[in-house]
């Protein structure tokens, strides 16, 4: 499920550099509200002629116990400059942002740092460098993503980087990106949202009563049960070359149902009791509730 | 059948509405010239026109989600409604809630929302420096839109406002002009974990706008106004939208890049559809819905206690406030009978008394109440089509 274009890359789990316990991150896992920010601050760029073609900001979030993992939960832009000969990163800003947002309670801390461009060049090394200082001793990370919507790059390329000093003496404008894989992550909550919004065009209110979703869930089972039992008929019938993993498949699924529906009967009948009453006592309740408030206007009114 | 508490709603006699005064054409001329052409009849100069639906943007819908599953610690202490004694801890007020700013621009009658930000627990105004204020100041070097619209609150509540988002609601009235445009967005996180999503849009009511404005909410304004918890907020249409490239990122989630042969071990896509299970969850699922109804009604009376104490407290200090004057009148009638100096007669006027409560709290728990029952109702709908199945 990584957001980049498959490579056929290994990535390795490299031991320590040095002598204390600390790795490079492997993984990279990214909240969808991060990217959807990163490239609103990206179409929010100034169009005037001497800034760059790329904004660049701060990514917060947390870690994994050794390391290895990191968890992208949130980010902000900084304003910066950038021009053939020199680049400026506004860091009292960074500053104060970060002491304001640690109030929010959120545990979150620095991560590393994202620009809105594939390049990666002795300007992204200073940079860098400058946030390897703030999330020291730890790596830290930094994402890219194409706005330029580049062919090549197959769509926006999300890549993560970690960077290693290179070079004989260490110098803070020479580093090696190495690139590290970028995944999606969500919890399970918001996974109605994420559907409401990759829905075919135009996207449904959100505030609709739950019953429509089952019933959309109910037509797309019925949908692709129709569709196994087309490839089931067009198998026997000889018409299509049998795939014995999907074979298997169906046969596990088939077999899981058929076993559960001896004890239906009586469970029909118990859960209808309950879910009638529960929804009388319902009703009930909010009659109550509208009554009282009402009751507690009347009190106040002087006797005619 | 229709629901007896919908019927009731619906016999309130309507609060007097305000009649919209006609508008000048010629500030607006004068004014024209700032806004380019193309904007010209849209932005609302003079909140000539009601809003009438939110349209947010999908960052800030993502955002709310995001910030809705944030670890958070407890609210601390002076958010809690000055009185007595705390309210017993239930399972229900163990979930913090979430509260946000939004921020944005109304134009023509859609108030769209571009972007948002999460406030820390314990904030209750957006005046100068307060947190919302220094962050907004950092935002706009960036050049994000500075201008507040409305709050976000994301609760396990069932549903419904809580007192801290109606302060800060009257708080965003007041710094946006006290036009009436506050939007207050309400996402239930209690159904998100049952995968129904419940994000609400409302508007503060038009009685309850006047107990705003004073920022009030005692037993006179409440009565003047006709104000109960399903007539504090009105419920305004809401759709999402999202600009270009983050709907072709949203489109890379679903859609697989290149054509490779698909294997039934691993999904190809980032986001593979999803089924909502068809098994019957209601055995489980609505004994929790039923122990939450169950400690909003707990709330609901320890805050009833809470004010009927208030009361009587006001009630005896009035008595007593009452004996002192008629004893003054006395002695000094004694005095003037002899003659000597009276004292100064004490004013009817109660100093340093017990204030009236504000009900404020009342009402948000009855409509807490309410929005679970609701809940309530609406689990069991689904088990009874599910039984069916």
């Known amino acids: ?245 999907v074979g298997r498949y169906l046969l596990e699924g088939l077999g899981r149902w058929s076993g559960s529906d001896n004890e239906d009967e009586g469970g029909v009948k118990a859960g209808l009791q309950d879910t009638l009453t529960v929804s009388y006592l319902s009703n009930l309740v909010r009659s109550q509730v509208e009554l009282a408030g009402r009751l507690a206007l009347l009190q106040q009114t002087p006797a005619s | 059948m229709t629901s007896m508490a919908a019927a009731l709603a619906a016999s309130l006699p309507a609060a007097i509405t305000r009649t919209a005064t006609p508008q000048q054409s010629t500030s607006s001329t004068q004014q024209s010239k700032q806004f380019p052409q193309r904007l010209e009849g849209v932005v609302d100069v003079e909140a000539a026109r009601e809003v009438e639906s939110v349209s947010l943007n999908s960052l800030v819908f993502l955002k709310i989600m995001k910030h809705s599953t944030d670890i958070l610690p407890p609210p601390p202490a002076n958010t809690l409604q000055q009185d007595r004694n705390a309210p017993p801890p239930t399972a229900l007020s163990s979930h913090t809630d979430c509260l946000g700013v939004l921020l944005g621009l109304d134009l023509d009658g859609v108030m769209e929302v571009e972007d948002s930000f999460a406030l820390p627990g314990g904030e209750t105004s957006l005046g100068a420096n307060s947190y919302s204020d220094r962050l907004l100041t950092h935002l706009r070097e960036v050049q994000t839109p500075d201008s507040p619209v409305g709050v976000y609150l994301s609760t396990h509540n069932g549903g419904f406002a809580t007192r801290v988002s109606i302060e800060l609601l009257s708080a965003v009235e007041k710094v946006s002009g006290g036009r009436g445009k506050a939007v207050l967005i309400v996402h239930d996180a209690s159904k998100a974990n049952g995968g129904d999503l419940s994000v609400k849009a409302y508007r503060l009511g038009e009685g309850a706008r006047e107990a705003a404005k004073l920022g009030k909410w005692d037993e006179k304004t409440l009565t003047e106004n006709g104000i109960t918890s399903s007539t504090l907020l009105s419920s305004l249409p809401l759709n999402v939208t999202s600009p270009a490239l983050i709907s072709a990122f949203l489109s890379t989630l679903t859609a697989s890049a290149e054509q490779v042969q698909p294997s039934l071990s691993s999904p190809s896509v980032p986001l593979p559809p999803t089924f909502s299970p068809l098994v019957n969850p209601t055995s489980t699922s609505l004994t929790s819905y039923l122990q939450n109804t169950l400690d909003s009604l707990t709330l609901h009376s320890h805050e009833a206690n809470n004010i009927a104490f208030l009361t009587r407290q006001i009630a005896r200090e009035k008595v007593k406030h009452e004996q002192t004057i008629k004893d003054r009148e006395e002695e000094n009638a004694r005095r003037r009978k002899q003659g000597l100096s009276e004292f100064p007669t004490i004013s009817a006027e109660l100093k340093n008394g017990t204030k009236e409560p504000s009900r404020l709290e009342m009402i948000c728990l009855g409509g807490t109440v309410e929005g679970l029952a609701k809940g309530m109702g609406a689990e069991a709908g689904k088990g009874l089509v599910r039984n069916y199945l």
């Not at chain 1, 900084?78 to 309670?105: C, R, S, W």
């Not at chain 1, 890549?159 to 404008?173: I, N």
């Not at chain 1, 089952?214 to 797309?220: C, D």
């Open chain 1, 1 to 245: 499920m990584s957001l980049d274009t498959s490579s056929s890359a290994i990535h390795l789990n490299l031991p320590p550099t040095s002598s204390t316990q600390i790795r490079p991150p492997t993984l990279i896992t990214v909240h969808p509200s991060v990217v959807a920010s990163i490239l609103t601050h990206h179409s929010r760029k100034s169009t005037e002629a001497d800034s760059s073609n790329r904004v660049i900001g701060t990514l917060m979030g947390s870690r994994s116990e050794n390391g290895q993992e990191i968890d992208i939960r949130s980010s902000f832009a900084v304003p910066h400059k950038e021009d053939e000969n020199q680049i400026a990163v506004d860091m009292p800003f960074q500053q104060g942002m970060m002491q304001l947002l640690g109030k929010t309670g959120a545990k979150e801390s620095i991560v590393g740092w994202y620009a809105t461009h594939p390049t990666l060049n002795a300007y992204s090394a200073l940079i860098q460098n400058y946030f390897t200082g703030e999330t020291s001793p730890h790596p830290s990370v930094h994402l890219t993503i194409d706005t330029e919507l580049d062919p090549s790059g197959k769509g926006l390329g999300i890549k993560g980087w970690v960077s290693t000093q290179l070079g004989l003496s260490p110098k803070p404008e020479n580093c090696a990106f190495l690139p590290v894989p970028v995944v999606i992550k969500y919890a399970d909550s918001e996974r109605a949202a994420l559907d409401l919004l990759t829905a075919p065009a135009p996207t449904p209110s959100p505030s609709l009563p739950p019953l429509p979703t089952l019933s959309a869930s109910l037509t797309q089972l019925s949908t692709l049960i129709d569709q196994a039992l087309t490839y089931v008929q067009s198998v026997n019938s000889g018409s299509q070359n049998p795939d014995a993993e």
